[in-house]
């Protein structure tokens, strides 16, 4: 058994010209170009997809290689899976191939083998090369062009493959960083055989998912969820990025920001203990890209407001003029094909490789003094109901229950909302739910209200543009009903939310 330990990228064909160039430029202690064809397979219920185990025969040069992958994983876009290599003499699959301790316990492997059937192949040119890196350790570089094919259907494949062979796994993110300086690659989040088996479902892509809070067992120390807290925000990052790179939608890119926004309030909410120092980079390169994002804000209320030729503006004699002149701010805003550059750039893909490369090396941890080292061995319960409680306090001096607010006070807090609300997913699973569920909901249905509010700002913007006295007087008086309403809900929400109990002891 090899345990393979690889980073894969996505490119574009156009991509290895850019790649041959940094190549020449390495110590190449090995190259070869072949065709390999590859055929997976499965159980009509994919029983082994049930498992996490793929399977598949692989030729080449007129040799059999018949390779089993079992349950692994990925974490922070580094792959890391259990594999068995066995020779044979054709493409029929031989389960007997393998050791008994391969397979899970209880898995039926004779009853396996008489119902394997062919599900989809992959077919593709690999370009290889072992490169010696600086440290001594050894990397084997792969590029693949070609198609995976299920159904009569295909689908194109232009990969980057990094596999660690000898020594350290910092090397795989050392040749990365270097591959990825002129753009071109995105770091992938899904295999060859992930995509065989979508092709042969006829699946559509994944859906958007909200962020969910991160599982504990309650039994984890305080740096244990700090770690599960990142890994789990950067998965729901490279999940959504996926689906926009797929289908360009733009409820994906929300929730990477929602991501950014779950790995940046886990460096402040852990920072008691994990100096700033330790993050100084990371943390300018993610406000880097949460600017690159702020865009989506404004796309959302121009959406709103835009819906149906502009129905929310029915009332107003300026609708029309005031629909082109939403279009025109529309317009301006960042389109797909600008989104797809950012996620294949340079700075991006950079930002990514650090995020990880830091999280699996721990690299806060040479800052560390002996204080900080046993809080963070410390049982996390207690630590949660101290930031949790340091939350609270901090909602209650901004929205203090005696305090009139109006509509700029309640723009201005979102941001803190925003913060405080997160910091609560990485312990949400250390409470009981329901109770968890009933303290937040006036302050998730305070954050909309805040939202519905901003969705006016673009109008507030147009008013003094708009040239006739009495179709601006006319919109004035709209805004104002509109946001006297919304602040007068969101103030009964805040009094609500102000007077429940915490969940927290």
């Known amino acids: 058994m090899e345990t393979e330990i690889e980073l894969k990228f996505f490119v574009s064909p156009e991509f290895s010209s850019q790649l041959l160039k940094k190549i020449a430029e390495a110590k190449v202690l090995q190259q070869s170009r072949r065709e390999l064809g590859n055929v997976y397979f499965d159980t009509p219920d994919q029983i082994l997809r049930q498992h996490d185990i793929g399977l598949r025969v692989r030729r080449f040069d007129d040799v059999f290689v018949q390779t089993l992958k079992t349950a692994g994983r990925v974490v922070a876009g580094l792959h890391q899976r259990p594999e068995y290599n066995a020779e044979t003499n054709s493409t029929d699959p031989d389960l007997a191939l393998h050791p008994a301790d391969a397979w899970p316990e209880g898995f039926d492997v004779e009853r396996t083998q008489q119902q394997l059937a062919p599900l989809f192949s992959t077919d593709f040119v690999r370009q290889q090369w072992l490169v010696a890196m600086p440290d001594g350790s050894q990397v084997e570089l792969a590029f693949d062009q070609g198609e995976v094919s299920a159904n009569g259907e295909t689908s194109p494949i232009c990969e980057v493959e990094l596999e660690l062979k000898s020594g350290q796994t ?43 809070p991160v599982e504990l067992d309650g039994n984890e120390s305080v740096e244990t969820v700090f770690v599960k807290t990142l890994e789990h925000a950067l998965e729901h990052w490279h999940y959504h990025e996926q689906i926009f790179a797929e289908r360009q939608e733009p409820a994906a890119l929300v929730q990477v920001q929602q991501a950014l926004g779950l790995i940046r309030q886990t460096l402040v909410t ?28 404004d796309a959302a209320g121009l959406d709103y407001l835009l819906a149906e030729k502009g129905h929310a503006l029915k009332k107003l004699n300026a609708r ?48 560390l003094d002996d204080k900080s080292r046993a809080r963070l061995a410390e049982p996390v319960k207690g630590f949660a109901d101290s930031m949790l409680a340091r939350s609270w306090q901090e909602l209650l001096d ?7 607010l109006n509509r700029v006070d309640y723009l201005d807090q979102q941001p803190r909302l925003v913060r405080n609300l997160m910091s609560g997913l990485s312990f949400a699973s250390l409470y009981e739910e329901e109770k968890r569920l009933a303290f937040r909901m006036p302050w998730l249905d305070l954050l909309q209200g805040i939202e519905d509010l901003r969705h006016l700002e673009p109008i507030r913007q147009l008013l003094e543009q708009q040239e006739d006295e009495e179709e601006r007087s006319q919109i004035e008086k709209w805004l104002q009903r509109k946001e006297e309403s919304l602040i007068h809900a969101m103030d009964q929400t805040r009094q609500m939310g102000i007077e429940l109990i915490p969940y927290w002891p």
């Open 170 to 212: 910092d090397a795989l993110f050392t040749l990365a960083r270097e591959l990825c300086a002129d753009g071109g690659m995105r770091l992938g989040n899904l295999s060859k055989a992930a995509r065989g088996y979508r092709l042969a479902a006829g699946y559509q892509g994944d859906q958007v998912t909200t962020l969910l």
């Open 270 to 297: 852990f920072g008691g203990m994990i100096p700033r120092r330790a993050s100084a980079l990371l943390r300018q390169e993610l406000q880097w890209l949460e600017g690159e994002l702020d865009w989506l804000g």
């Open 320 to 367: 029309k003029q005031l629909v082109k002149q939403l279009e025109a701010i529309e317009a301006d805003l960042p389109d797909d094909n600008e989104m797809l550059l950012l996620i294949s750039s340079a700075r991006y893909c950079g930002l990514l490789l650090d995020l990880s490369r830091w999280l699996l090396s721990r690299g806060w941890q040479p800052f």
């Open 398 to 404: 901004v929205f203090p229950a005696e305090r009139q």
